[in-house]
């Protein structure tokens, strides 16, 4: 069944998880390029993942999205995602030469459209591509790469996990905001509403 299929009303907690989780898991291929998606209030985690790939050689660049706009930024902070990530990634001696900045974008569709541009513009044959995300964010990313960048490359999804949102544990907190059960009931709605709305590639649940 794909998503725009589904109905977001009454949704159990085993529809969810599968909307958000299911088929996110690492292949442990290597690749070029890898994406690190941006978030204030997450970063930390998905910044950690990152440098550890690069250091194990399995990502040898580093594409960084985020603006100053998105609704993470509760604190009105005027660095963008992708300029705070950068300065975390060279704290951690990843080199300057390897990070690519994508700091215009204020949404996850509008980081999949501008970091979609930046591919087409290497002009390099590129086969795979590395997402890195918080968990719960990576279907929804891998389906705007797929709408707005290419179908036919390979992708491998590698959760920066948290804590508190990720499959094993989301279900456990309380729906109180930035709580993991609601970022991944949010998560599910956003992803049937995208789909139907034509805004996301339509993926097989």
Avoid at 48 to 63: D, F, P, S
Avoid at 193 to 198: D, G, M, T, V, W
Wanted: net charge neutral; proline share 0%.
């Amino acid at each position: 069944m794909k998503l725009s299929e589904l109905s977001s009303e009454n949704l159990t907690d085993e529809q969810i998880k599968k909307i958000v989780f299911s088929n996110i898991w690492d292949s442990g291929m290597s690749t070029k390029y890898g994406v690190v998606f941006g978030s204030y209030t997450l970063q930390k985690y998905r910044v950690n993942l990152a440098t550890m790939l690069y250091k194990e050689g399995r990502v040898k660049k580093l594409i960084l999205t985020g603006g100053k706009g998105g609704i993470s930024n509760q604190n009105k902070v005027n660095i963008s995602e992708a300029e705070l990530m950068k300065q975390m990634l060279l704290e951690n001696e990843v080199k300057e030469k390897d990070l690519i900045l994508e700091n215009n974008s204020n949404s996850t569709i509008e980081n999949g459209i501008n970091v979609a541009k930046i591919l087409d513009n290497l002009q390099e044959d590129i086969t795979s591509l590395i997402l890195i995300s918080s968990e719960f964010h990576l279907k929804r990313c891998l389906a705007i790469m797929k709408k707005y960048y290419r179908k036919d490359i390979k992708y491998i999804l590698i959760p920066a996990k948290d804590g508190f949102s990720d499959k094993e544990n989301w279900f456990i907190s309380e729906r109180i905001y930035n709580s993991g059960r609601s970022l991944v009931e949010f998560e599910a709605n956003l992803l049937i509403k995208y789909a139907k709305e034509n805004k996301i590639y339509d993926l097989e649940i």
